[in-house]
């Protein structure tokens, strides 16, 4: 196992960084510099507040004071620190996790291409200052594959032949396009993780960073119950609404519980040793796909009345309740197509006495869609 003892982390106030970070404070006894927006004072409410959510030990003597915030923007040029400072950070570092990231699956081009490719060059840049022992990190996603719906996408894959539906997809594309340039270049090593869609089925504080099926839950409320802008509440319970999504019945999605994600992540870009000027590849997800019918039977069991049918292709006659899901959801609905499967034979080689995850069943789907309580209109 490598001595690792200071990291660089970006992205620790969001969903997966919080949890990184969590683990690495709590049970890796590592010094942790989350570099992220706003004033280190604030940075570090924000950063103490997302670590929390996880579990109250990261507050306990010795683990808060391994941990120290930075002022720092990945879009900007030196990651937004002054020259001094990043040639400093770059000195004490013996590893980076790059975990910042803009999740905005319908956002526009250029703000995703700033942040996650142009963040990741800057990242790039920060790696060539440091140590040659200093191992970078870099968290990626399954979307990588782009618009392929079918077949198995293997841990070495990387490819733009089948294009992308969401200017996310490609931005995360570039990123690790741009990383595998950097290794062969420099001869530098670099471990990519490529988590499929992470969910918790925790309840956690409104505050919290969400996660893309608490996003879903969210949104099919508002339209179930009422209150998104346009839509008339439904007669308290959803009563009669007919939901057609560009969806495909047999599709597949690869759902994966956050405790198992975070594990896996951090057990294999802690302990795996790339050679110089290699980049693993880990697929991080579950073992079994789950039928994108599955999220909307917990959808209809919870707002009795709902009903929501696949449609291929475009619904011309769209009502507002469907206009603002096609509009909000574009992007996961693109992902409600696909059949594909991920092989994931690295990442288990490489965690070979780490439990599997738990099952994404119906009780999994509703907690996580945040359907805590009994279904609508039942209370
Ligand atoms: N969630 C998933 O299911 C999933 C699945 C696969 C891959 N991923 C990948 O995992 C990474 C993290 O995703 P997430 O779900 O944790 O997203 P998230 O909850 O939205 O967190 C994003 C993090 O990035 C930071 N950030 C954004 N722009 C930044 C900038 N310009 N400079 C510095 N920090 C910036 C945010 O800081 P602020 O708090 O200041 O906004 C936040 O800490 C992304 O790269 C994403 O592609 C996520």
Redesign the pocket.
Known sequence: MLAVVTVLL????????SRVAHTLLTTRNERVIA????TPALLRI?VVNALRVHGEEVTHPGNLSRLRCVS????QPWLGLSPALHARIAREVDAVWH?????ALTGERDRLFR??AQ?TAHVLAFMEMTAAHCRLVH?????VAGARTEGCIMEDDLTDAHGFETHYDAS?FEAERLVRHWAERQGRPAVVLR?????SDRTHPDEA?G??LSVLGSMIEAVALGGAPGIPAQRGEGTGLRLRLAASPTATLNIVPDSYATQAMVRIGYDTAPDVGDVRTFHVVHAHNTPVQALFDAMEAHYPGLRIDCFDGEVHDASLAEQYIASHLAGFLSYCRHRRTYDRSRALAATPELAGPAPVDAGFLRRALGFTGQAVGSR
């Open positions: 970006t992205g620790a106030t969001g969903f997966l960084g570099l992220g927006r706003g924000r720092g923007d990945v879009a975990c910042a990231g803009d999740i942040v996650n963040g968290l990626s996603t399954m979307a995360k988590p499929s869609i992470v969910a960073a996660h893309p």
